[in-house]
Each structure stands twice: as C-alpha cells, then as structure tokens.
C-alpha cells in the first residue's frame, strides 16, 4: 500500500521497535503529572490552604485551562510548520517538557503565603504552565499519526502510551498528597510536591526525546495556507467531530472525579491522610492489569464497541458510589477499582481512534495535518479537564463548603457533605455516559480507512452513505 501524498511513517509490514514504543510512552510522564496532580491538589491547595473560596477557586482552576483552548490549535499550526533535524516534533518534546517542569513547580511555590495575591499568584502561574503543557502536549500526541501508517500498530503503541499513562496517574496521583504530609503539610509540604512533580515532568519530557530519537521524523506534508482553514477540515472530518465531543463531555466527567478524591477521602470516607492515596491505588492499579484485556477487546469486537463498554462500566461505577456512606470502606475500594477499568478503557479506545480520524483525513485530502487535528483534540481535552474541577468547586459552593487557609479541612455541614457525595458520584456519571449515543455517527472502520488510502473518494462515499442509510457501523 503506496502512503498517501504528505504521508510518512512505517508500512504494515514493519512494526514499530518496541524501542520506540516504550520511548514515545515515556512521554506520559509528562501528561500523565500535569493532567492528574492539579486536578486532584490544586483546587483543595486553594480551598483548604489558601482559603480561597470554593466558587473562586473554581475560576481559578477553570481559567487558565481554559486558555489552552486557544492555545492548542496555535501549538499544532506551529509544530506542523517546523523544520529541524530532530523532525517537526521531537523539539518541543524537550524544550516545552522542561519549561513546563519548572512552572509547575512555581505553581506551587507560595512567594506569597496565603490570601488574595497568593490565589492570583497561582492563577498566573497556572496560566503560564498550562501554555508550556500545551506546547509539549499538541506534538506528543500528533506523533503516532506519523510515526505508522498501521491501523493495528497504533493501537498496539496507545496501549504501551496508556500503560505508561495509567503508571504515572498511579505515581504521582497517590504519591503527591504523601510527599505533601512528609513534607509538613501547609505550604511547605505543597513546595516539596511540587518539585517532586517537576522532576517526573523532566524526566518524562527527556525520556521520550531520547526514546524516538530512532522513529520515524514525521516529515509535515501540504497544510491549508490559514489557521481558520486548517480548523474548517478538521470540523469536516465526521468521524474527528464525533469521537471529539464524547470525548471532551467525558474528559469532564473524569476530571469531576478527580478534583473530588480529596474531598470524598476526607468528608465521606473521613481518612484525610491515607484516603487519597488508597482511593489512587485501586483506581489505577487495576487498570495496568487490565490494558491487555482491553487490547483484545478492541481487536475482537473493534474501538468504537470497546469505548461504549468502558464507558458504561466507569459511570456505572460512579453511580454505584453514591452509596458509599452506608457501605463498607473496602467495598468503595472495591468500585473504585472497577471504575479504574472503565478508566483505562476509554483512554485507550480514544487515544488509539484519533490517528485513525488524521490517517482517514491524510488519506482522503493528501495533506499531513497531524498538528492542527491534535491542536484541537487537545484543546477539547483540556477544556474537559478544566471543567472538571470548576464544576465541583461549584457543587461546593452552591452546598455551602467552608474554606481554610490552615492546611487541614474545615468542619462541615451535612449539605456540604452531600455536595462532596454528588459531585463524586452522580454528575460525573452524568457526564460520562450520555456521549456515547454520539459514536453512532463515528463510522470509521478498518475496512473504510483502507479504501481512503487506496482511493480517498471511495472512503469519503462510504463514510457519508454508511451513516446515511444505517446511522451506525458494528467496528
């Protein structure tokens, strides 16, 4: 099969080194820290050590990610236009990789102890961090497109990503708020966190540098002449728009999740200190057990049905969680872990179905646009992520939380406390189960996908007639 004009990366007949496999993984360091240790700290770092008010807190969480909105789609043009012997995005993956190392610790550094300017401090140094993130993120992710041209091999390589991704959640997720005790608590117990932090970014920005350094460079191809243009085909290609929408609306629900372990562990199971930490390891252990399951899963029955089904199985869980003031602990353990399966699922599925949507899309217009299609889900991703946190830290306000600039959780009231319950459990079923009525409009199978690249005109009649005569597509 002759690639696509624009197109580089391997044929199906040479897998990727495993080298390169576990190289690019390396990269979920990065992705892995900064997407889980703001949204599980940050907001109860401003709430409970900061004394911010919860609805302000919010905002603050919100607004700097919800810059990267902006951002990402302006770090896809600009990656997809260089040019360097490292290729078009292998530089960003160390320069951006260790700026964002050193923000993310400023963002934790307190120059300003607690009180108003220490919240607005955190604001823009959040602000500046997300913008490195975004500059690391958007050419870290457009590197499988180009790295293979193999439907399979992309698959096989998200699954060694997710591995890595679902290993730093479990790290830095249950190991930040311990390094936060053992370092005093308070602020100074937030300082050592933060560098901590930093050093796994660091670590996970040189490592995927130096582990592709052997892969493909993923030479850029023709791109449309203006950025609104590069967003109008990347809004065209259907099965892109569809995946793109579940995907952010459950990113949102996953991150309400997040930004509530520390208040669940504190006010509902009432273990502040070994609570987060537990409630970590059984969401991400299980899931590093269950990738090769899921891997099978998507081989067997194909990516779309295996996302459907890890979704219902993570807001299933969710949902099974609002009993947990009245049921053992261990048995909330035990949901947690079932809810770490779905987790681990849905990453996997939507990761893995997005180099389809640019590999259908390079196929059928013959530009490689990793970039600007990257720029976007990234974008979404992001936005997802930052609604989280301003959705919870809403139910706190609207339940009448009350905020401490002492470093331990103030008392609270039984409505606060069912606001703490609600926000971990019911919205984000809410918002995670819903979106999967959307992938009735993602066709894109194997079958379609190969007739793009053989004849682009046969893929683009054969994604618009299956959804207008069946409205779906077993995968």
Known sequence: MNPPPGATGTSPAAPLPRTVHAGYALGSLATGAFGTVPGLLLLPYLTDTLGVAAGVAALLVLLPKAWDVLVNPVAGRISDRTRSRWGARRPYLLVAGLVLAVLFAAIFAAPFGNGPAAGAYVALAFLATATAFAFFQVPYVAMPAELTDDYTERTRLMTWRIAMLALTILVSGALAPLVVTAGGDGLPGHRWMGLFVATLIALGAVGAFVG?????????????????????????????????????VQSAGVATILAGVNYFAGQILRDERSGPTLLFACFVGPALLVMPVWSRVGARLGKRAGLVAAAVILAAGALVLVAAPVIPSVAVYLVVAVIGVGYAGQQVFALAMLPDCIAYDTARTGRRQAGVFTGVWTAGETLGLALGPGIYG???????????????????????????????????????????LLLRRYTLTPAILAAAMHHPSVGQEAVVGDRHEKGTMTP
């Open 212 to 248: 592709t350094r052997a892969a493909p460079t993923g030479t850029v191809g023709g791109s449309e002449p203006s950025l609104r243009a590069q967003l109008a085909v990347a809004a065209a290609n259907r099965p892109f728009r569809a995946l793109l929408i579940c995907f952010v």
């Open 394 to 436: 809403l139910v706190l306000q609207l339940s009448g939380y009350v905020s401490s600039d002492t470093g331990t959780a103030a008392a609270q009231s039984d409505a606060a406390r069912l606001g703490v319950l609600l926000g971990f459990t019911v919205i984000p079923a809410v918002l995670i189960a819903p979106p999967i």
